[in-house]
């Protein structure tokens, strides 16, 4: 990573190697509770049920994918603008934080607790957005 990015860009770069892991970890669920005959197949009988921990690893990383594209074009949007402020990149900090933690909630099947970081990961977003919203 260049040493002139700003901390906005450094965290959208730990926020994409988040999302491969996450990847990674759902299709390892995938292949180990559906088979890796269902895995390479067409999928033509549908998606089998993956059990309780394979099953909340899939749908974090489907909401991993939610978020993610609104927090990159935040980012992006930030950068391009030279809008970078302390409340832009604090958010962006939120944002990944949250993330982190998600993933051990979501699959702990910690309820109240996955949504209080999922809203974080949002108001992170929304953190970020904030500091071009004035010149808009």
């Not at 770069?13 to 390892?28: M, N, S, W």
């Not at 890796?36 to 549908?46: F, Q, T």
């Not at 059990?51 to 594209?69: C, D, H, S, V």
């Amino acid at each position: 990573m260049q040493a002139n990015a700003s901390l906005e860009m450094q965290i959208l770069f730990c926020a994409v190697v988040l999302g491969l892991i996450q990847l990674l970890l759902a299709i390892l669920a995938s292949v180990g509770g559906r088979g890796l005959p269902w895995a390479v197949g067409p999928r033509d009988e549908g998606w089998p049920a993956l059990g309780k921990f394979g099953g909340r690893l899939e749908r974090a990383w489907k909401n991993f994918i939610e978020t993610f594209p609104l927090f990159a074009v935040a980012v992006l949007m930030v950068d391009a603008l030279h809008a970078t402020t302390a409340t832009s990149a604090l958010g962006t900090q939120i944002y990944i934080w949250a993330r982190l933690i998600y993933l051990p909630v979501y699959v702990a099947g910690i309820a109240y607790l996955r949504t209080l970081v999922w809203m974080a990961s949002l108001v992170g977003i929304v953190m970020v957005l904030a500091g071009i919203w004035p010149g808009m």
